[in-house]
């Protein structure tokens, strides 16, 4: 994050959300996107790139290796090195904040012949990498992490690497994307058995850049297997905007009364788009315009108007497919007739905070009834009626981003609004957020 001094910040009604608007890209796509770039052979152009702190950690790592990445207007220009192709960088690649950076890099370097120490922010520090350090140790890297299996880290790769089976104990994209990436520079076929399926963005643009790849189902299992090691092209990239960020504004529209809203260019890729689908359960009103393909990924505008919501069960076998817009999900919840129950979401306990006792806390902080459970939170929604917000404290958002953004849609519909202890995270995804949320509620 740009300053060491917090920045609080309250969020208030504004009024309905009406217009158009458009999100940034998706940060899923941009982080590989630059990777994809830098592990070619020649100039690859990126637009629609989210420009926000982790992606920029992603960069500037890639950079540090020796791939050429610079903005060209509104553009991003990568010259890559080829798979196997990365240089001995000089000193710590600095990953931020972005664990999504920190657990790919580990997969990149895993298969590569050189060593280096990845560090992080004080949040991301103490995430645990052991998910991804088990597999890639399985093909022959060794690993130095700090106690408890976080960073710093010390990695060191194994080439040639050794080509592995892998079935994922957990369902989780950047573990399988880990191993993938390993196995780009791996004689032999990699394997990742995923039994539930994750978002695949991986899978998709490494086909697009030329990766030999298979994938399938066997005995009710995705399996997903890459040929090594490979030879990647250049292309172009068009990054559509991010479905996570458009969640946000997806449930300010649905729970702000009067309001009608268009979401423009929004991914709706079916691994990422499990918000949209339990939100249209709880009976929001949200219609896919123009709907269309961008670059291999289903892409419409949405229109979300106000609708009256109902609590719901929500189904923990959707939860790969909108793991971090539960906190979001949380703040509809509280609004919505009735009673939501999430379960099998051990996941957000291990994310940049614990979200489900980051959420649990904020929200019964600002007037919701939440009740805080193993594997998930049970909410008691008001029926419509305005949330209390919050009087004398400001939520503590924990230097997560997602809980900061969720508690300013909150905000919105809150009596007396909500204050946030600090917004600094949010510009590691969403640059320009609480501008774009109060423009579109002017």
């Given at each position: ?38 592990l ?115 990695i ?16 989780s ?51 997903v ?11 172009n ?51 896919e ?102 009087t ?24 007396n ?22 423009g579109?509620?002017?």
């Open positions: 994050m740009t300053a060491d001094t917090p920045q609080p910040r309250h969020f208030a009604p504004r009024g309905p959300l009406t217009g158009r608007i458009r999100v940034p890209g998706d940060k899923s796509i941009s982080h590989r996107a630059l990777m994809f770039s830098a070619a052979v020649g100039r690859s152009r990126i637009s629609g790139l989210l420009e926000g702190e982790d992606v920029l950690a992603t960069a500037a790592a890639l950079r540090a290796m020796g791939a050429t990445v610079e903005r060209n207007g509104e553009d991003w220009i990568v010259d890559g090195v080829g798979v196997g192709g990365f240089l001995q960088p000089q000193g710590a690649l600095e990953m931020g904040n972005s664990g999504t950076s920190t657990r790919l890099f580990l997969g990149l370097l895993a298969s590569q012949g050189i060593t280096a120490v990845l560090t992080g922010d004080a949040s991301l520090s103490k995430r645990p990498m052991g998910r991804v350090i088990d597999p890639l140790s399985e093909m022959g890297a060794r690993f130095e992490p700090s106690p408890g299996g976080t960073l710093p880290l010390l060191e790769g194994m080439e040639p690497a050794v080509p592995i089976t892998y079935r994922l104990p957990v369902a994209a950047q573990v399988k994307s880990a191993v993938l990436l390993a196995g780009l520079n791996t004689p032999g076929i990699t394997t990742v058995i995923e039994p539930v399926p994750t978002r695949d963005h991986t899978e998709r643009m490494l086909a697009g850049f030329g990766a030999q790849l298979d994938t399938g189902e066997e005995d009710g299992e995705r399996v297997r890459i040929h090594g090691p490979a030879d990647l092209k250049p292309c990239v068009t990054v559509p905007g991010d479905p996570s960020s458009a969640a946000f504004f997806a449930v300010a529209a649905s729970i702000v009364p009067g309001s009608d809203l268009v979401i423009e260019n929004v991914g709706l890729n079916p691994t990422r788009a499990g918000i949209f689908t339990v939100l249209r359960q709880m009976g929001a009103d949200i219609e315009l123009d709907a269309r393909d961008v670059g291999g990924e289903p892409v419409a505008d949405l229109r979300v108007r106000h609708a009256a919501l109902s609590g719901v069960e929500v189904d923990p076998a959707i939860a790969p497919s909108m793991i971090d817009e539960f906190p979001v999900l949380f703040v509809a919840a509280t609004l919505a007739e009735g009673t939501t129950v999430t379960t099998g979401l051990d996941e957000l306990r291990v994310k940049e905070s614990d979200r489900l006792a980051a959420m649990a806390a904020a929200l019964a902080e600002a007037g919701a009834k939440v009740k805080e459970m193993p594997d998930g939170l049970v909410i008691h929604g008001s029926g419509g009626k305005p949330l209390r917000g919050t004398d404290t400001a939520v503590a958002t924990h230097l997560d981003h997602r809980i900061a953004m969720s508690m300013a849609v909150a905000g919105l519909a809150s009596s609004g909500v204050e946030i202890d600090d917004v600094r995270p949010i510009a590691t995804s969403f640059p320009g957020f609480a501008a774009l949320l109060y579109a509620s002017a």
